[in-house]
């Protein structure tokens, strides 16, 4: 049985703690990797280099919005995808492990069934701008 007077806050606590993720690994290719890094890599992988722009943007706008409570129903929906993504397109060569030499495909993949739980359960306890279900 879900505790219906916790279960808000535990969203909270979830949807906080991916979006402080998701924000932390789109600084770290913005300022460690820096953009052109990001682009190269994904052009070393065989991905246009833009769609390592659009991912930058996508963990650290969904990042903010996810530890604001901005649509967080949409923004965990929209960034399955991205996880996804790379989880198979990145990581899946490197085997399951993460621990793997260039991390295998198991944490993405993780954290993308994390991000879509997040997006059926809705926005939780403290969101700045929840989207009701209708």
Sequence with gaps: ?????????????????TGALFLYHGLVKLFVFTPAG??????????PGALGYLT????????LALILGLAAR??????VP??????FVAHFGNGFGWSNPG???EYP???A??????????????????????
């Design 38 to 47: 990001t682009a190269g890599y994904f052009e070393s992988i065989g991905l």
């Design 103 to 105: 991390g295998g495909w």
């Design 113 to 134: 069934l994390v991000q879509a739980t997040l997006a059926l359960l809705g926005d939780g306890a403290h969101a700045l701008y929840p989207l009701r279900r209708r």
């Design 1 to 17: 049985m879900i505790d219906l007077k916790l279960a808000p806050y535990a969203v909270l606590l979830l949807r906080v703690t």
């Design 109 to 111: 993949a993780m954290w």
């Design 74 to 79: 949409y923004v965990s929906a929209a960034l």
């Design 56 to 63: 930058m943007l996508a963990e650290i706008g969904g990042g």
């Design 82 to 87: 991205v996880l996804l993504g790379a989880a």
